[in-house]
């Protein structure tokens, strides 16, 4: 058994020994609310957005981004449990701002290996054989932070499964502070805000 896994093992038994009244918790979430935030490993939800076991649904994913997994676990969250309000948190110093699809598709044509990120940029150091299936993929890359919140917020109001009385709202993590910044919307025909 690897060190990780019994970790995990260890760190379980702790917690299920300590379990106490968390199996009388209701699937709805208490505070109708989702998240939808990064999978980076530096964002605890619970702790940045003060919230305890029953409280809100949280949807991660590589950038936070409103894929059409994310859309369809937020149209769950309201259609069958509730929530009525949602919130889109993007963060800065996000890896998904590093890199583009077409080096995403080249360094996983290359090896299917961890890639190194260096002053250079992202290069493959693993021996293939790669696969080209990461050409039929939109990776969701992040070129603009706020941007990229924006677009996201956009895509989940107009969505045609998205009740218009959900309120979507969207912000950014800083990773330096924890504090979380709300990125303002532009009315149509606005510039973005800087």
Not at 111 to 119: F, G, I, N, P, R
Not at 150 to 179: K, M, N
Request: charged share 25%.
């Amino acid at each position: 058994m690897s060190q990780i896994k019994q970790q995990i093992i260890d760190a379980n038994q702790n917690y299920a020994g300590n379990f106490g009244d968390k199996a009388d918790l209701q699937m709805p979430p208490s505070r109708a609310f989702a998240i939808l935030t990064c999978m980076d490993a530096r964002l605890d939800p619970a702790k940045y957005a003060g919230l305890a076991e029953g409280d809100a649904h949280v949807i991660r994913n590589a950038g936070g981004r409103a894929s059409d997994d994310a859309i369809r676990s937020l149209v769950i969250s309201h259609k069958l449990l509730g929530t009525t309000e949602w919130f889109v948190i993007h963060h800065t110093n996000c890896g998904m701002e590093t890199f583009d699809d077409e080096i995403m598709r080249g360094l996983l044509a290359q090896s299917l290996e961890t890639a190194v990120l260096d002053a250079n940029g992202w290069s493959d150091v693993g021996n293939g054989p790669g696969s080209r299936e990461g050409d039929y993929i939109d990776w969701l890359t992040i070129k603009d932070l706020a941007d990229s919140v924006r677009e996201d917020v956009e895509r989940i109001r107009s969505h045609p499964l998205v009740s218009p009385s959900i309120s979507v709202h969207g912000f950014v993590y800083d990773v330096t502070s924890g504090q979380l910044n709300e990125v303002p919307q532009k009315a149509v025909g606005e510039a973005a805000a800087a």
